[in-house]
């Protein structure tokens, strides 16, 4: 009787087999595009370049409630690589969100994920940030965000990178937070990222006579410094940190700036459905979705034998990758920010806990598990093709700001 079930069990998954075969092997006609017909359907769903100007970034990012200003900027950028901005003096903005070659930044981050403190599941996992301390890629490379003395993120969510975060209309991983001011107030006093509280902050600048000096210049009324404008300035700052890539020119009519395999990735991307929550001048942070939306069975082992049926097993019931902290999302619901595709190459270990290191397996993960295709290897190289199109520089947009840090 045993033996009868395990032929009907076998017999059962080849003919399953043989009826998916027409399935699986056929092809999909997907569109193709001449150059012209690729910009035009690309700006069409919301894939538009940065601006490469001041004036025609004001007309994006400026905000009535604060203002950009060159001095504004200046003092922000101040601020940003300031270390007093941390209860111990030790960790600045740009700490964890690295777009200086600055040394001294760099020794600080070492010094953290070297720490003797550092959980054991931290010391294996950081070997991103040590070869691309110098890719400037607004982020801190890390698994994990590491903080105040070495505090790690309780839900091992990493740092989003924060170029080209004001063109995201929604920022933090869970997607509750939508303006760059109030994700710098919560970085500055959160426990385990800076750890300083307002008036402890405001305390430590007033001993600055140049702060004292650059916040009345800046907003010409009585306490300026406090701690709204501290927020006010840094934001001023971090909203001009835009990258501009070859995928810009592309789309601003220059047919060479990318390669014949990119475009064929973008035909990809926008194909197979990734330029729906991928949109926007930064491909990416315009919503929240739900990830993953498919799970996948898959078969462990199907070998005929004599012994005990074969075994099925599930690739993983919540996420295709270990959830290192157990985070699932907005109130465990498994929605996320579709994350910034801009600098995405320099920006791994990719997903909200860091576990996957290689770009090319996070892309084979969001085919199958976001729109529902085993993506090709050839799919795969001209989709990574494609974002690497988007690795930029931050543009200078006010050349004439002189900035002593």
Not at 164 to 184: P, R, Y
Not at 217 to 234: A, D, G, H, T, W
Request: with cysteine; proline share 3%; glycine share 6%.
């Amino acid at each position: 009787m045993k033996s009868f079930l395990q032929v009907i069990i076998v017999a059962f998954i080849f003919i399953s087999f043989l009826l998916s075969l027409p399935n699986l092997t056929k092809e999909r006609n997907f569109k193709t595009y001449k150059d012209e017909q690729l910009r035009a359907t690309a700006q069409s769903k919301g894939l538009k370049p940065i601006p490469n100007t001041y004036e025609e970034l004001l007309k994006i990012v400026n905000d009535k409630n604060n203002p950009l200003s060159h001095e504004k900027i200046t003092l922000g950028k101040e601020l940003f690589f300031d270390t007093k901005l941390s209860l111990d003096d030790t960790i600045s903005c740009s700490t964890c969100h690295m777009i200086s070659k600055n040394p001294n930044e760099k020794k600080v981050i070492l010094n953290a994920i070297t720490s003797k403190k550092q959980p054991n599941d931290m010391k294996n996992a950081n070997n991103c940030v040590i070869c691309h301390l110098s890719d400037e890629s607004g982020t801190d490379r890390l698994s994990t965000a590491i903080g105040y003395k070495g505090a790690t993120n309780p839900h091992h969510l990493n740092t989003m990178t924060i170029l080209n975060s004001s063109l995201a209309k929604v920022l933090t991983w869970d997607g509750e937070v939508k303006s760059i001011e109030k994700q710098i107030s919560n970085s500055i006093q959160s426990s385990y990222k800076m750890n300083i509280k307002e008036d402890e902050l405001i305390e430590k600048l007033s001993k600055d006579e140049k702060y004292i000096n650059h916040f009345n210049e800046v907003f010409k009324e009585e306490n300026s410094l406090n701690f709204i404008n501290i927020q006010k300035s840094i934001a001023a700052y971090v909203k001009i940190l835009l990258t501009r890539s070859s995928f810009d020119e592309f789309l601003e009519g220059d047919n060479n700036a990318i390669s014949a395999t990119a475009k064929r990735g973008l035909v990809n991307f926008m194909n197979f459905g990734c330029a729906g929550c991928h949109t926007g001048m930064s491909v990416g942070g315009q919503s929240v979705q739900r990830f993953p939306l498919r799970q996948f069975a898959g078969i462990h082992d199907l070998r005929p034998n004599l012994g005990s049926p074969p075994d099925f097993e599930i690739i993983d019931d919540t996420f295709p990758f270990e959830n290192k902290g157990g985070y699932k999302g907005r109130a465990d619901t498994h929605f996320f920010r579709v994350p910034i595709l801009r600098n995405v190459t320099k920006t791994s270990p990719y997903f909200h806990n860091g576990s996957v290191d290689k770009i090319r397996e996070a892309v084979e993960i969001m085919g199958r598990h976001q729109v529902g295709l085993n993506l090709s290897n050839q799919q795969i190289d001209e989709i990574v093709e494609f974002l690497k199109t988007l690795e930029g520089n931050v543009v200078d947009y006010t050349k004439d700001v002189k900035v002593n840090k």
